[in-house]
Nanobody
């Protein structure tokens, strides 16, 4: 069982920035896959950014150029830097992990069902 604890959410105005962090109780480079998902009220949970098992990133089209995912292997910490935030970025953001490798070239096949472990979520609210 992998435990994930997110932090860093909050409320900002459009155009602002936030940084989310997720500390994992277990992570092994090359053997795990981690990522960020988000879910707004009344919508399905969607993948935002994935840190593939070779540390390469994959992003949803809606956040490319604005969000940056990074993984500190030494600290088992996954981060998401979010810039130029928009009201449509408002959602609960979840850190997710699975104990098998991944190499996603795009988000088409990234679904929540492929991830076994989830954090409790952190709210991001962007006002216009």
């Amino acid at each position: 069982q992998v435990h994930l604890v997110e932090s860093g959410g909050g409320s900002v105005q459009a155009g602002g920035s936030l940084r989310l962090s997720c500390v994992a109780s277990e992570y092994t480079y090359g053997s795990h896959c981690m990522g960020w998902f988000r879910q707004a009220p009344g919508t399905e949970r969607e993948a935002v950014a994935i840190s593939n098992s070779d540390s390469s990133p994959t992003y949803a089209d809606s956040v490319k150029g604005r969000f940056t995912i990074s993984l500190d292997n030494a600290k088992n910490t996954l981060s998401l830097e979010m810039h130029i935030l928009k009201p449509e970025d408002t959602a609960m953001y979840y850190c997710a992990s699975v104990d098998r490798p991944c190499w996603y070239s795009d988000m088409l096949s990234v679904t929540p069902e492929k991830f076994a472990y989830w954090g409790q979520g952190t709210q991001v609210t962007v006002s216009s």
